[in-house]
């Protein structure tokens, strides 16, 4: 078992299933925070750990704080300057791993604020599902300072079977960005493909099998196609964060003088199914834009 005390601000689908497999592979879990309460009163029970009100309060009780939350503006919310709730409050020492997919220049704000303080952090942008983070099988893409990361090393290889370092703050965010902005494009062309099907009267069943064994292959269609198919979109990675992560590729491509047709028509058809309030489907449920008499 390990001693070092480990905290988590964010405990959704995916920050509850890392502090799960953390206290079940020997971590000792002190503390977790959420917007929340009652999530976060419940997995405090179930970890026998503190559930409490405020970030500054897992920093303080903690050697090493991991966040899972939802977006930029809530990871400005959680380092605020001169906030009594910030985690900054508590940086000194500590190692803060942080693993949302937000805009990769707020990593580097945030790592320039805890070394002006005497803490640490690291940037640990991950590629997988809450099933992933529940077995430890996640892709975990790093950025920061190599100190960092070597620190944060033993704990991440706990949460994830590949460990990628990209290199400095922000770079991981940028890789993570077009991963996701990929992905959503795949997910995108594969809904319009079965939904076409459908329409011209084929077998779906048939015609994935058929995809899977020519180009029209992906991982997409492994993990989405069945669930397109049977208009099945639990959520694993919603519609929501699928339209956030591919707007914040999209400021990258502007950022840099790039006009992206196609991811611009994905996040068009993301910010579709949001509007029409679906935004916590799973990012599957882009099939529903598609398919005939679905989306009424």
Do not use: W
Not at 52 to 68: D, F, G, K, Q, Y
Not at 141 to 146: A, D, H, L, T, Y
Not at 253 to 280: D, H, I, M, N
């Amino acid at each position: 078992m390990s001693h070092v005390g480990i905290g988590l601000v964010g405990v959704g689908r995916m920050g509850a299933n890392m502090a799960r497999r953390l206290k079940d592979t020997g971590y000792q879990i002190t503390a977790v925070q959420d917007r929340n309460r009652d999530a976060a009163k419940t997995l405090g029970q179930e970890l026998g750990c503190e559930a409490v009100a405020l970030p500054a309060r897992v920093a303080e009780l903690s050697e090493i704080v991991m966040t899972a939350v939802s977006d930029d503006a809530a990871m400005r919310e959680i380092y605020a300057e001169g906030k009594a709730d910030s985690l900054l409050l508590h940086a000194k020492d500590r190692l803060f791993i942080n693993c949302a997919t937000i805009t990769p220049g707020i990593h580097i704000e945030i790592e320039l604020a805890l070394e002006q303080r005497g803490g640490a952090s690291l940037e640990a942008c991950m590629a997988g599902s809450i099933t992933q983070a529940r077995q430890g099988k996640l892709y975990l893409m790093c950025g920061g300072k190599p100190a960092a990361f070597e620190r944060a090393k033993p704990l991440l290889e706990s949460l994830g079977s590949t460990l990628r370092y990209i290199g400095k703050a922000g770079e991981a965010a940028k890789v993570k960005a077009l991963v996701n902005m990929v992905m959503n494009c795949n997910t995108a062309a594969l809904g319009e493909g079965l939904g076409l099907g459908e329409a011209l009267g084929l077998d779906l069943t048939m015609l994935r099998e058929v995809f899977g064994q020519t180009g029209a292959a992906s991982r997409v269609l492994e993990t989405d196609g069945e669930d397109m198919q049977m208009q099945a979109h639990d959520c694993y990675f919603s519609a929501a964060h699928a339209a956030k992560d591919s707007g914040i590729a999209l400021a990258l491509a502007k950022s840099v003088g790039l006009t992206l047709p196609l991811a611009e028509a994905t996040f068009g058809q993301y910010e579709r199914l949001v509007s029409a309030g679906k935004g916590e489907l799973d990012k599957s449920g882009i099939a529903e834009l598609t398919f005939k008499d679905r989306m009424r």
